[in-house]
């Protein structure tokens, strides 16, 4: 992936300084490839003979196979279960981890993916983790950009952020998955195309949405989005196609849909065209604040998920909030 390779020679430059801290934040967009990046880092942070100038492992020693075979018991990954949360006992699982010794390696790695959905109790337990490190653990904490993370967390790690490719690079890399790909399962370009300007040209999310339901979802999602605002469909209804999408990927849609209001309101244009209509329509009859509101609606809805929310019930609560934008009936007069 080319545009990791900005993030991963900064990174080398502090290795090379001896600055490699022991708490590295990795920041990026959805599907721009932070876990892609942590996985490397932790290949080349445990092999015996790596070529750090080079930022290669050797591929050869016994640690590389391990890695290779996704069983290095000096690698562990944390990440979100079902209730959308780090919890707690997955922090203590991970202070035992590192204050005991590696078993095969010299160090140890810990991922931590998506720090940004650590609740307020596993946040707190991974405080003195952070705290007090050892001396053979490096902690990977990868978080989303535009997700909080709390700042006494955030004030104990050193941060590295990982940039969006530009549409080149992320359909030059799209297109060379795809070809890979069986050629029944194949998606068309006119798909590709779709899936990475709804994925804002985050390639690994792009390949996500264009082989999987998301594309088809989110077309059913947007026309029921039309005829609810127009008073032609019942709440229920409209909301169907945002319930089966997941919670998640609705919001991910309704944010994009109002950072796109947002940006028409100042006279930017929006990344996804086939809602442009409707959403000029409500621009133009709202003050830009209006778009922020909608924002701070669904930030809300993305904590409630937090605990086990039901998707149906919240996409109908922003429908609602999306349908006090358009503008009232004047009664006509005799």
């Known amino acids: ?68 075979a996704g069983t290095h018991p000096d690698i562990r990954t944390y990440a979100p279960e079902k209730s959308r949360m780090i919890k707690i006992d997955q922090i203590r699982s991970l202070s035992a981890f590192a204050v005991g010794s590696p078993q095969v390696a010299s160090r140890k790695v810990a991922i931590i993916d998506r720090a940004d959905q650590l609740n307020i109790n596993s946040a707190n337990a991974l405080l003195k983790t952070l705290e007090e490190p050892a001396e053979d653990v490096v902690l990977l904490l990868l978080q989303e950009s535009g997700r909080p993370v709390l700042p006494t967390i955030r004030s104990r790690c050193q941060s590295l952020l990982i940039a969006t490719p530009d549409g080149d690079q992320a359909a030059g890399w799209l297109a060379t998955a795809v070809r890979a790909m069986d050629g029944d399962n194949r998606p068309t370009p006119e798909q590709c195309a779709k899936a990475l300007a709804l994925a804002a040209n985050a390639p690994r999310l792009a390949l996500e949405y264009a082989t999987g339901e998301f594309i088809s979802l989110r077309d059913e999602a947007l026309d029921n989005f039309r005829h609810f605002m127009k008073g032609q469909l019942t709440l229920s209804e409209a909301a169907k196609p945002f319930k089966a999408m997941g919670l998640e990927s609705a919001l991910w849609l309704f944010e994009g849909w109002a950072g796109d209001l947002a940006r028409i309101s100042v006279g930017g244009e929006p990344r996804d ?62």
Not at 276 to 282: G, R, W
Not at 289 to 311: F, K
């Open 273 to 334: 065209a086939e809602a442009a209509d409707m959403l000029t329509f409500l621009a133009k009859n709202n003050p830009s604040w209006r778009a922020h509101e909608l924002l701070d609606a669904i930030h809300e809805s993305r904590s409630a998920g937090v605990y086990n929310v039901n998707p149906e019930l919240e996409a109908g609560r922003l429908l609602i909030a999306w349908q006090k934008l358009m503008p009232r009936r004047r009664p006509a007069t005799g």
């Open 1 to 68: 992936m080319a545009w990791l390779e900005d993030a991963w020679g900064r990174l080398l430059q502090r290795i090379a300084g001896n600055r490699m801290p022991h708490a590295l934040m990795v920041t990026g967009e959805n599907g721009v490839g932070k876990r892609l990046f942590a996985n490397a880092l932790a290949g080349l942070l445990v092999c015996e003979k790596a070529d750090m100038d080079a930022g290669s492992p050797c591929g050869i020693c016994k640690q590389c196979e391990l890695v290779a």
